[in-house]
């Protein structure tokens, strides 16, 4: 085994995260459901919402049977809604092709919707002990620091040498020993805990007399910063329908990574806007009244929503899908997180 892998592993057993509900029991559908959670989010995050998602949905069977509806409300605020669409997806994947049982090859994980190489090998180390190699955020700057790599964690040319690095730094394989479950789970922990993107807490590191970048005075300096990119800006209107019978939303307005939630009906611009309100079943009780732009960011762009709210009184059948909600409605729907902002603002409005 290499000292590598042997001083992780001692590490662990004595300071790793031992305590995370993904880890009691550390069950297929546990790890796979908190691997997905943990893509682009924090452990200290995601802990609340993987507790109420497995009171709901305990395993994997209840998972499939619910509606998209019900995943989306769950993942409410979590963000990138793309990750809870394709554990839904992949749970009925595995129902319908592997007999419900999660599947522990490589290829078959990642036939799976939204499961890539490093968190199909991550179920595979950490649910099945298989010697799988991973390369998330924080195992790549680990990687990165400990061999003094010259290079930023998002570089595409030097994947390949990552991957190769992370690979032959693996544990033997011991007779009745977790060490890949916990090699992995160690590998995670020191990358969150001590070899943090600012002030990495070197006299912590069990592998600090065999990094090379402590040895150098690199470990402030890498991994190299990313290259620097301007996000591009888009411009978006919410309409605030309000009535006596509550706020409109509906699944059908559905804007870039929204897909499938719950919003405002959402336009281009205030113009755009008025000209559909004026072609709805809608009487208008009041002028529109503007509330403060703001704007929310994704990974790739920064959108500035303005709100625009207006008093209204349903005259006939709205035809997109939809309906007036109120505040015992939206804890079951799927709610982008500026929507559920927004929506919490008027109903102290409403109530002041």
């Given at each position: 085994?290499?000292?590598?892998?042997?001083?992780?592993?001692?590490?662990?057993?004595?300071?790793?995260?031992?305590?995370?509900?993904?880890?009691?029991?550390?069950?297929?559908?546990?790890?796979?459901?908190?691997?997905?959670?943990?893509?682009?989010?924090?452990?200290?995050t995601v802990i609340p919402y993987f507790e109420r998602f497995v009171r709901r949905f305990p395993d994997l069977p209840?998972?499939?049977?619910?509606?998209?509806?019900?995943?989306?409300?769950?993942?409410?605020?979590?963000?990138?809604?793309?990750?809870?669409?394709?554990?839904?997806?992949?749970?009925?994947?595995?129902?319908?092709?592997?007999?419900?049982?999660?599947?522990?090859?490589?290829?078959?994980?990642?036939?799976?919707?939204?499961?890539?190489?490093?968190?199909?090998?991550?179920?595979?180390?950490?649910?099945?002990?298989?010697?799988?190699?991973?390369?998330?955020?924080?195992?790549?700057?680990?990687?990165?620091?400990?061999?003094?790599?010259?290079?930023?964690?998002?570089?595409?040319?030097?994947?390949?040498?990552?991957?190769?690095?992370?690979?032959?730094?693996?544990?033997?394989?011991?007779?009745?020993?977790?060490?890949?479950?916990?090699?992995?789970?160690?590998?995670?922990?020191?990358?969150?805990?001590?070899?943090?993107?600012?002030?990495?807490?070197?006299?912590?590191?069990?592998?600090?007399?065999?990094?090379?970048?402590?040895?150098?005075?690199?470990?402030?300096?890498?991994?190299?910063?990313?290259?620097?990119?301007?996000?591009?800006?888009?411009?978006?209107?919410?309409?605030?329908?309000?009535?006596?019978?509550?706020?409109?939303?509906?699944?059908?307005?559905?804007?870039?990574?929204?897909?499938?939630?719950?919003?405002?009906?959402?336009?281009?611009?205030?113009?755009?806007?008025?000209?559909?309100?004026?072609?709805?079943?809608?009487?208008?009780?009041?002028?529109?009244?503007?509330?403060?732009?703001?704007?929310?960011?994704?990974?790739?762009?920064?959108?500035?929503?303005?709100?625009v709210q207006i008093s209204v009184r349903l005259n006939g059948i709205m035809q997109a899908s939809g309906r007036f909600t109120t505040a015992q409605d939206w804890p079951k729907l799927g709610l982008p997180k500026p929507v559920l902002?927004?929506?919490?603002?008027?109903?102290?409005?409403?109530?002041?």
């Open positions: 085994m290499s000292q590598f892998a042997q001083a992780l592993l001692n590490w662990y057993a004595k300071a790793g995260r031992q305590d995370l509900p993904w880890q009691h029991p550390r069950s297929p559908y546990y790890v796979w459901l908190s691997e997905v959670m943990l893509q682009q989010t924090q452990v200290a209840s998972l499939a049977q619910a509606s998209t509806d019900d995943v989306l409300a769950l993942w409410t605020g979590l963000g990138y809604y793309s990750r809870a669409r394709n554990l839904h997806k992949a749970a009925q994947q595995i129902m319908a092709q592997h007999q419900g049982q999660m599947p522990s090859s490589q290829a078959e994980l990642e036939a799976l919707p939204g499961i890539g190489r490093s968190t199909a090998a991550a179920i595979r180390s950490q649910a099945f002990n298989q010697p799988a190699a991973i390369l998330d955020g924080n195992v790549k700057r680990v990687l990165i620091r400990h061999q003094a790599l010259n290079i930023s964690s998002n570089d595409a040319k030097a994947q390949p040498q990552l991957w190769q690095l992370a690979e032959s730094l693996l544990p033997s394989a011991q007779p009745g020993a977790l060490d890949f479950a916990n090699y992995t789970q160690a590998i995670m922990d020191l990358g969150a805990t001590l070899c943090k993107r600012s002030k990495p807490n070197c006299p912590a590191c069990p592998v600090a007399s065999s990094c090379q970048a402590l040895a150098t005075g690199q470990q402030h300096s890498l991994p190299l910063p990313k290259a620097s990119r301007t996000k591009p800006e888009r411009e978006r209107v919410f309409l605030l329908l309000s009535s006596p019978e509550g706020i409109w939303l509906g699944p059908d307005y559905g804007f870039g990574v929204w897909q499938d939630l719950w919003q405002f009906p959402s336009f281009a611009s205030q113009s755009e806007a008025l000209d559909w309100l004026a072609q709805q079943p809608l009487i208008v009780d009041s002028q529109p009244e503007s509330w403060p732009r703001f704007r929310h960011t994704f990974s790739h762009y920064h959108l500035w929503l303005q709100p902002s927004l929506l919490n603002q008027w109903q102290q409005q409403a109530h002041s």
